[in-house]
């Protein structure tokens, strides 16, 4: 396993949650990193994206001003810290890497992702259990 997410728990609505995701083998530095996320009969969604040129970050429309992406290339790690969770947050949450290929290929990679498409992503972490519930 290249990427391990942890982080994930159950919380109250309202709430919040700080996902970790972490490169075992992989140097974080060198590729975009995503949040995916996939609830029980839905389609896996994007979150949120961020490139590593500048960290600039995309987000899905549902999770906008609510979380936030950042990255700390020196520990090897990518955070997504999670405000007032609602019970549609609820969902298994993936951290997924795509090599680097450039500022212009990464902010439209970026973009996508926040949007759902994940095909160009090949590192996949194990996922982790967000549930919001009272």
């Known amino acids: 396993v290249q990427l391990q997410a942890s982080g994930g728990g159950l919380v109250q609505p309202g709430s919040s949650l700080t996902l970790s995701c972490r490169g075992s083998?992989?140097?974080?530095?060198?590729?975009?990193l995503a949040w995916f996320r996939q609830a029980p009969g839905r389609e896996r969604e994007g979150v949120s994206c961020?490139?590593?040129?500048?960290?600039?970050?995309a987000y899905a429309d549902s999770v906008k001003g609510r979380f936030t992406i950042s990255r700390d290339n020196a520990e090897n790690v990518m955070y997504l810290q999670m405000n007032s969770l609602k019970p549609e947050d609820t969902a298994v949450y993936y951290c997924?890497?795509?090599?680097?290929?450039?500022?212009?290929?990464?902010?439209?990679?970026?973009?996508?992702?926040?949007?759902?498409?994940?095909?160009?992503?090949?590192?996949w972490g194990q996922g982790t259990q967000v549930t919001v519930s009272s």
């Open positions: 083998e992989l140097i974080l530095d060198y590729y975009t």
């Open positions: 997924a890497a795509r090599a680097s290929r450039g500022y212009a290929s990464d902010a439209r990679s970026c973009a996508d992702a926040s949007k759902g498409s994940s095909y160009e992503f090949n590192d």
């Open positions: 961020i490139g590593n040129s500048d960290g600039t970050a």
